[in-house]
């Protein structure tokens, strides 16, 4: 019922952010569908696809494994929606980069496997940045582009005119499922920065196992991450102590209570032993 909700809200302020007197009633239909079908996607990890980028360097998505990444679908020949999913990660790269302390990877795809060549994916990226370590732009074959589109639940079809195709950047996490996917429009780019921050951060915090507890500074910077907050004023985010304190009182509640119970016993047991000992030593001294 939650997810379901979620996805109405979406799809309402996509849909919301995109109206226009040429946009009919059935279309927005259409696109709400395409939205919850994109969301079926959310939890899945795609298969570990082979691409081209923009240097003509092969590389593969697990490479991405346990870093903060996010992916985007364009085509170069798009007249404006596509530079606008770019231009958001554009825009808020350092801002990313900033706020969780770490640099986030983009992995921009073509799905035009028949125009959009390894130059041309270069020339398009060029637009964007200077700097390809952590961001590439990349192609592939038809099988590839195919399965990977239908994996993420990314939806485009040809027209005599381009491509239509839904609004949509996707965040991984770190065990390379998909998270979450941010659907865009035009005008709300603040609402489309924050939802990626937002996004990401839970896509870091999310999974944590035995090696993340031991690993002292990693649970440090992940706590940060979950009880940070925005503020508007200052367009960061910063740490909320009411956050805090309630993750410590869940986390006493959800484990160091129901191990005190279980060891109740021994505990008591020790606890009696050690006081006995501690008056054995007073009335020695």
């Given at each position: 019922?939650?997810?379901?909700?979620?996805?109405?809200?979406?799809?309402?302020?996509?849909?919301?952010?995109?109206?226009?007197?040429?946009?009919?009633?059935?279309?927005?239909?259409?696109?709400?569908?395409?939205?919850?079908?994109?969301?079926?996607?959310?939890?899945?990890?795609?298969?570990?696809?082979?691409?081209?980028?923009?240097?003509?360097?092969?590389?593969?998505?697990?490479?991405?494994?346990?870093?903060?990444?996010?992916?985007?679908?364009?085509?170069?020949?798009?007249?404006?929606?596509?530079?606008?999913?770019?231009?958001?990660?554009?825009?808020?790269?350092?801002?990313?980069?900033?706020?969780?302390?770490?640099?986030?990877?983009?992995?921009?795809?073509?799905?035009?496997?028949?125009?959009?060549?390894?130059?041309?994916?270069?020339?398009?990226?060029?637009?964007?940045?200077?700097?390809?370590?952590?961001?590439?732009?990349?192609?592939?074959d038809k099988k590839t582009i195919?399965?990977?589109?239908?994996?993420?639940?990314?939806?485009?079809?040809?027209?005599?005119?381009?491509?239509?195709?839904?609004?949509?950047?996707?965040?991984?996490?770190?065990?390379?499922?998909?998270?979450?996917?941010?659907?865009?429009?035009?005008?709300?780019?603040?609402?489309?920065?924050?939802?990626?921050?937002?996004?990401?951060?839970?896509?870091?915090?999310?999974?944590?196992?035995?090696?993340?507890?031991?690993?002292?500074?990693?649970?440090?910077?992940?706590?940060?991450?979950?009880?940070?907050?925005?503020?508007?004023?200052?367009?960061?985010?910063?740490?909320?102590?009411?956050?805090?304190?309630?993750?410590?009182?869940?986390?006493?509640?959800?484990?160091?209570?129901?191990?005190?119970?279980?060891?109740w016993k021994e505990i008591s047991?020790?606890?009696?032993?050690?006081?006995?000992?501690?008056?054995?030593?007073f009335r020695i001294s």
């Amino acid at each position: 019922m939650k997810k379901a909700l979620s996805f109405l809200i979406t799809a309402f302020l996509l849909l919301t952010n995109n109206s226009s007197a040429n946009v009919t009633s059935q279309d927005r239909i259409k696109q709400t569908e395409l939205i919850i079908t994109a969301n079926e996607s959310i939890g899945k990890k795609p298969g570990d696809h082979s691409l081209l980028d923009q240097d003509g360097n092969r590389f593969s998505l697990s490479e991405y494994v346990g870093k903060p990444l996010i992916i985007n679908f364009i085509y170069t020949n798009c007249s404006h929606v596509c530079h606008i999913s770019t231009a958001i990660l554009a825009g808020i790269r350092d801002d990313m980069t900033r706020e969780l302390g770490q640099n986030v990877h983009i992995i921009t795809v073509s799905f035009d496997y028949e125009k959009d060549t390894v130059k041309r994916m270069k020339e398009y990226g060029g637009n964007f940045t200077n700097d390809f370590r952590y961001w590439r732009f990349a192609t592939g074959d038809k099988k590839t582009i195919e399965r990977l589109t239908e994996e993420f639940g990314f939806s485009y079809q040809k027209t005599k005119d381009g491509f239509d195709h839904i609004n949509m950047i996707s965040v991984m996490d770190s065990k390379g499922k998909i998270y979450k996917n941010v659907f865009y429009g035009t005008g709300d780019n603040d609402r489309t920065d924050k939802e990626l921050i937002e996004s990401l951060k839970g896509a870091l915090s999310s999974n944590v196992n035995a090696d993340d507890i031991l690993n002292f500074t990693l649970l440090i910077n992940r706590l940060k991450l979950i009880c940070s907050d925005y503020d508007p004023a200052s367009g960061t985010y910063k740490l909320n102590y009411y956050y805090l304190i309630g993750y410590i009182l869940l986390t006493i509640l959800c484990f160091i209570v129901p191990i005190i119970f279980m060891w109740w016993k021994e505990i008591s047991s020790l606890a009696v032993r050690f006081t006995s000992l501690a008056f054995r030593i007073f009335r020695i001294s």
